[in-house]
């Protein structure tokens, strides 16, 4: 980080857009990226959620967090000089066309595009892609300005030992959705609930042991994941599956649905808040399907505590999974009903095989904190001359 001491007055002002009011991967981005550009020598006005406390212990005498209750209000504190303006989240329209008008205007792209269109983007001046694979996925949708290099993601934490003391509690799988009735009733009973129901605490099964540590919505596709996996891991007695992470009710029930075949080797823990306690605790991570994913963060961080992956041979984990050396890639089950992963766990299982990622330093160091600083560095040096320029 900068000096207290530091005079900063001739530093590049960055003001960075993030209004999400829960927090996700888009905000534990803007986190980390924040402090590279704090450590690159910036200084930056955040513009956040009036009710959002992702922002917690950021404090820094170049940083300045402005709380906004509606994007409607951002205007109002924008600088009046041009200056570099970085959005995080999607804006409306007229919103992005007074900031394109006004200052230089810099978009990062943290999902893949492909089946979204690229509209949002439409008035960026530059747009920051967080992998190649997101950055293809621009070039598909016809989004020319993207910067060529990616700001791929992160590991923020030092992961537990194994066995560590502090325990991994179950908490609810289910993330209500208060827009709906049901979830709504479901939200005011389960809370009742869950204060006289038992609340188990994790201990390793013997055997092999496959952990889901994630958000457990649309872009990871486990519902379809395990209609071909399911049947396939239920040939093998001694693999079980721990699930740590939360989502919505419909999304539950259908991955429970779609885990039948192996249903007495599957438990679900919940959101679990400190995730480097977990991921020591499973042999390998296993990922969802690939082409909604942007990167596969929970596959970096699981890599930098030890653990290896099992993933799908496809962009974008291609990028974050080196094959034989932090986990293992197979071929879309989807296209081959699964063999592959048969033969990737059957190997496994009888050879006792387990890589210990933090031994492909090479690979893991472009997911270190000093190589996103160096990236950050060089983006501001791109963008600083730019915004010099008249406005679009």
């Given at each position: 980080m900068p000096s207290e001491n530091r005079d900063l007055s001739g530093s590049p002002h960055v003001h960075q857009i993030n209004l999400q009011p829960g927090f996700g991967g888009g905000e534990r981005y803007t986190r980390f990226f924040t402090r590279a550009l704090l450590e690159a020598g910036c200084r930056i006005t955040l513009y956040v959620h009036a009710r959002a406390n992702t922002w917690n212990g950021l404090a820094h005498p170049a940083l300045s967090i402005v709380r906004l209750s509606h994007q409607r209000e951002l205007m109002a504190h924008m600088p009046a000089d041009r200056g570099i303006v970085m959005t995080h989240v999607p804006l409306?329209?007229?919103?992005?066309?007074?900031?394109?008008?006004?200052?230089?205007?810099?978009?990062?792209?943290h999902m893949p595009l492909a089946e979204r269109g690229g509209e949002g983007f439409r008035r960026h001046a530059l747009v920051v892609p967080v992998s190649a694979y997101v950055r293809e996925t621009?070039?598909?949708?016809?989004?020319?300005?993207?910067?060529?290099?990616?700001?791929?993601?992160?590991?923020?934490?030092?992961?537990?030992?194994?066995?560590?003391?502090?325990?991994?509690?179950a908490t609810s799988p289910r993330d209500w959705d208060k827009r709906k009735f049901r979830d709504r009733v479901l939200s005011w009973l389960h809370p009742a609930y869950r204060a006289v129901a038992p609340r188990p605490v994790f201990h390793k099964r013997p055997g092999l042991t496959l952990g889901i540590v994630s958000a457990l919505g649309p872009i990871k596709q486990f519902p379809l994941l395990?209609?071909?996996?399911?049947?396939?891991?239920?040939?093998?007695?001694?693999?079980?599956?721990?699930?740590?992470?939360?989502?919505?009710?419909?999304?539950?029930?259908?991955?429970?649905?779609?885990?039948?075949?192996?249903r007495g080797r599957v438990r679900f823990w919940g959101f679990q808040e400190k995730?480097?306690?977990?991921?020591?605790?499973?042999?390998?991570?296993?990922?969802?399907?690939?082409?909604?994913?942007?990167?596969?963060?929970?596959?970096?961080?699981?890599?930098?505590?030890?653990?290896?992956?099992?993933?799908?041979?496809?962009?974008?984990?291609?990028?974050?999974?080196?094959?034989?050396?932090?986990?293992?890639?197979?071929?879309?089950?989807?296209?081959?009903?699964?063999?592959?992963?048969?033969?990737?766990?059957?190997?496994?299982?009888?050879?006792?095989?387990?890589?210990?990622?933090?031994?492909?330093?090479?690979?893991?160091?472009?997911?270190?904190?000093?190589?996103?600083?160096?990236?950050?560095?060089?983006?501001?040096?791109?963008?600083?001359?730019?915004?010099?320029?008249?406005?679009?």
């Open positions: 409306d329209d007229a919103l992005l066309r007074k900031l394109a008008e006004r200052h230089y205007l810099v978009g990062f792209a621009l070039r598909m949708v016809g989004i020319v300005n993207s910067y060529p290099e990616p700001l791929y993601g992160i590991s923020e934490f030092d992961c537990a030992a194994p066995g560590s003391d502090e325990p991994i509690v395990f209609q071909h996996l399911s049947p396939i891991l239920a040939g093998f007695a001694g693999v079980n599956l721990e699930i740590f992470g939360r989502g919505g009710y419909s999304y539950v029930r259908d991955m429970r649905a779609a885990l039948a075949p192996i995730t480097e306690i977990v991921y020591p605790q499973i042999d390998w991570l296993l990922s969802g399907l690939p082409e909604k994913e942007a990167l596969g963060l929970n596959l970096v961080e699981a890599q930098a505590c030890g653990t290896p992956v099992l993933a799908v041979n496809a962009p974008p984990f291609t990028e974050t999974v080196l094959d034989g050396k932090s986990g293992f890639l197979y071929r879309d089950p989807r296209e081959d009903a699964g063999a592959d992963f048969r033969r990737v766990l059957e190997r496994i299982v009888r050879e006792g095989i387990r890589p210990d990622p933090r031994e492909a330093v090479e690979h893991l160091q472009r997911f270190r904190f000093p190589a996103l600083v160096g990236r950050t560095r060089r983006l501001i040096e791109h963008i600083a001359p730019l915004a010099q320029g008249a406005p679009r």
